[in-house]
């Protein structure tokens, strides 16, 4: 034997010696082929048929998912990676486990046969692509060539060692794969050689010639199994370490579906006594599996969603929102008060959820620290559409989710928010998931956008569903929309402030936000808020809540200054709207917190929205700003709807040439895995105050709850330096000038 260990490790032990089973390197293996096991027998026709895969192929699953569980972390029998677990990672590994154990399998054709001895070459790539990218490291072949400095002319792979029997031995038996004997020898791989694991340099080339050759189902089949395979590890790696089972578990937790009463009954608390208008029952029994949900801010779309969700019990349901402060919002609105099982999922999640119920120990809660598992563990996911549609980019919470995700229905609200990537996410999700329901909302979207669903949905072989919005709500004259200059909007302020009203006044940047938010202090009006994205988390989450309370519980009148963050995580009625000039579908957002609460029944007067030219068009591009205004001209001066600002909308407005196909880093991958980013390159970076450091050490939701998200430009140069604490980079003392009245500015 060359290992000189007594026992194998998979993860870090404080008894090396006598280690805890999940641990060692057979008792992880064999919890995460178990796992995987479930997961493919109890759910694999259900995957298989989201997917829009053949059934037929339930067999060739199960075989291909448990085969690359088996063979995800067999690599690590290497000696350098038993260093790494008891003496850190100095000297570092000369390769990655995942390369070693598909090395493994190509230098032992005695286990190659007896993992795949019918010679399904779908099957077998489908295994070893998921066990090298299990870890999303693969970016391309040049990651084989050794780390220099591991301190070794060699790695020994002790395939010889007892605890490689014992894990050959209980695996066989699990999977039935015949001779229970089977015994393999210790490997050597040197690393002075020209090329070292030439073999797996050879396999990755015919491996990604082959897949440039595969069909669309193969390719799908492989996506499926890669992202099974590191569902499994992670509810095998996670669960018993934590004192569950993870096979128990996972049986009993995603078998917990949605049921009609539960979604009737958020839907009908939300009602409040209010008859369901026609509209919603239009949406709620939606023949289409893709359905087009076109309506104005206030017309009932969430409760109409819920109805259309009680349609699809049986499933888990994700209802997705474009930022952390809608799922938020979403979550208390709808799912809190009803105390319906249901999970709030999104970067910040933790921090909300803290918030909303009153600080309970977390630390304790099983939820919390199986975190990356609780999409499995509940009947509704309300969560930022990056929960879901990250899985296309192989983002780790996507595809953690991936069990959960592939028997679900969803909700993605307010989809014209989506930057052209993440539309392009979302295309790529509708054409991969054919089996599953699928809501779109969105107050308006641009002609192309609407194409491209369109031609996508026929070329699935089924119709678009498409709803328009309640008529008797949609054609209401609620708005009278004019230009104006800065005098106009303070006079017209002074106003209404005497006079008991409430005003939302929306810039498109922070700059404006907060010189327009000074400049109205300086003129005495009060009360005055000022809210807009770069806060401290905690302040933010109370500057939300502060706006909220002016607008809807306090009988005082209220200025409120802010930017975008208010398009889609205000629900609050404004008497006075001020905007800067921005793209049409963010003003048709902006308008819809203008006398929103108007009906049939309770009419009102149109109320007035003044136009600010911004001078510029940062943060949009002059080709929106100039559409805009043409837009402009045909709905000011006059009482409009929310129909007319749509349609004048698809009149003036040209439509942009059509995006090409957003490639996808988890269905274009192949035998490659990497993490690809869902949303257009942003212009912020999350930054801690160096005065904050201390706090927010204490732990990772303080980190959370201090992160500032900042423009990245003025310290492009210098903020790599910086030193990370989680997420985020520590700014040196004094470099951002804080308040927590206005927010962050940097400071030179």
């Not at 009737?264 to 939300?270: D, F, K, P, S, T």
């Not at 993440?422 to 998931?433: E, H, Q, V, W, Y």
């Not at 054919?434 to 491209?452: I, N, Y």
């Not at 049409?584 to 009102?604: D, F, H, K, M, W």
């Amino acid at each position: 034997m060359i290992s000189p260990y007594r026992h194998l490790l998979a993860k870090k032990s404080r008894s090396p010696d006598a280690p805890n089973p999940s641990e060692t390197l057979p008792g992880h293996i064999l919890e995460v082929v178990k796992v995987s096991k479930v997961l493919a027998e109890s759910w694999g026709n259900v995957f298989l048929d989201s997917m829009s895969l053949p059934l037929s192929w339930e067999n060739r699953l199960h075989e291909a998912v448990t085969r690359g569980a088996f063979l995800h972390d067999l690599g690590k029998a290497n000696h350098q990676f038993q260093r790494l677990l008891r003496q850190g990672p100095t000297p570092p590994q000369a390769f990655r486990h995942e390369w070693v154990s598909l090395w493994v399998l190509l230098r032992l054709p005695v286990l190659d046969v007896c993992l795949f001895p019918d010679g399904d070459d779908v099957k077998r790539k489908a295994a070893l692509f998921a066990a090298v990218g299990h870890h999303l490291e693969v970016e391309n072949g040049s990651a084989l060539a050794p780390r220099a400095g591991s301190g070794n002319s060699r790695v020994m792979v002790a395939m010889g060692h007892q605890d490689v029997s014992s894990l050959l031995q209980q695996t066989s038996k699990e999977l039935a794969l015949g001779d229970h004997s089977l015994s393999l020898q210790d490997l050597e791989i040197d690393l002075l050689e020209d090329s070292p694991l030439s073999e797996v340099h050879q396999w990755m080339n015919d491996a990604w010639h082959w897949w440039q050759q595969a069909s669309p189902e193969e390719r799908k089949f492989i996506a499926l199994v890669k992202a099974l395979v590191i569902a499994a590890d992670l509810a095998g790696s996670a669960l018993p370490r934590s004192g569950f089972s993870a096979v128990d578990w996972v049986k009993e937790v995603l078998s917990r579906t949605c049921s009609k009463g539960n979604m009737e009954r958020l839907a009908i608390q939300r009602l409040k006594g209010r008859t369901l208008r026609f509209f919603q029952s239009a949406v709620a029994n939606s023949p289409s599996r893709v359905t087009l949900v076109r309506a104005g801010c206030g017309t009932g779309k969430t409760t109409a969603a819920y109805l259309w969700a009680s349609r699809h019990e049986g499933r888990k349901l994700f209802f997705c929102y474009p930022t952390t402060g809608t799922a938020t919002e979403g979550y208390a609105d709808y799912v809190l008060p009803d105390n319906v099982e249901a999970a709030l999922i999104h970067s910040r999640s933790e921090v909300d959820l803290e918030d909303l119920r009153g600080a309970p120990d977390y630390e304790g809660d099983f939820q919390t620290r199986l975190e990356a598992l609780v999409s499995w563990d509940v009947p509704l996911i309300v969560c930022t559409v990056d929960t879901v549609l990250g899985l296309v980019q192989n983002n780790r919470r996507g595809l953690f989710s991936f069990p959960a995700i592939a028997n679900g229905a969803f909700v993605f609200d307010e989809v014209h928010a989506y930057d052209d990537r993440m539309f392009g996410s979302l295309l790529r999700f509708l054409d991969a998931f054919r089996g599953v329901p699928v809501l779109l909302m969105t107050a308006s979207l641009p002609k192309e956008r609407f194409e491209m669903l369109k031609k996508l949905t026929a070329g699935l072989g089924e119709p678009l569903g498409e709803i328009e919005g309640p008529s008797e709500l949609e054609t209401i004259a609620r708005y009278e929309l004019r230009p104006g200059s800065l005098e106009d909007v303070w006079t017209r302020i002074h106003q209404l402030l005497t006079q008991g009203g409430k005003i939302l006044w929306v810039t498109n940047t922070v700059d404006r936000a907060v010189a327009f938010f000074q400049e109205a202090c300086r003129r005495g009006f009060k009360p005055v808020e000022v809210y807009h994205s770069r806060y401290r988390y905690c302040d933010r989450m109370a500057k939300h809540c502060a706006v909220i309370e002016g607008f809807h519980y306090n009988t005082e009148p209220i200025l409120a200054i802010t930017t975008q963050v208010c398009e889609v995580s205000l629900d609050l009625s404004a008497d006075l709207l001020v905007t800067d000039l921005a793209p049409v579908p963010s003003l048709i957002q902006r308008l819809g917190r203008l006398n929103r609460y108007v009906t049939p029944e309770a009419s009102a007067e149109p109320k007035t929205a003044i136009v600010l030219e911004p001078g510029s068009a940062l943060p949009y591009d002059e080709q929106e700003i100039a559409a805009a205004r043409r837009w402009l001209d045909t709905v000011c001066d006059r009482p409009v709807s929310q129909a007319d600002l749509a349609q004048a909308f698809l009149r003036s407005c040209s439509s942009r040439e059509a995006q090409g196909e957003v490639s996808s880093a988890w269905l274009d991958g192949g035998p490659f895995s990497t993490t690809a980013p869902l949303r257009e390159p942003g212009a912020t970076i999350p930054v801690i105050r160096y005065e904050d450091k201390e706090a927010a050490q204490a732990n990772r939701k303080q980190v959370v709850r201090l992160s500032i998200p900042m423009l990245l430009g003025p310290v492009a140069k210098e903020v790599e330096s910086w030193p990370r604490l989680g997420v985020a980079r520590v700014a040196p003392q004094g470099r951002i000038e804080y308040s927590e009245e206005w927010g962050a500015a940097w400071q030179k």
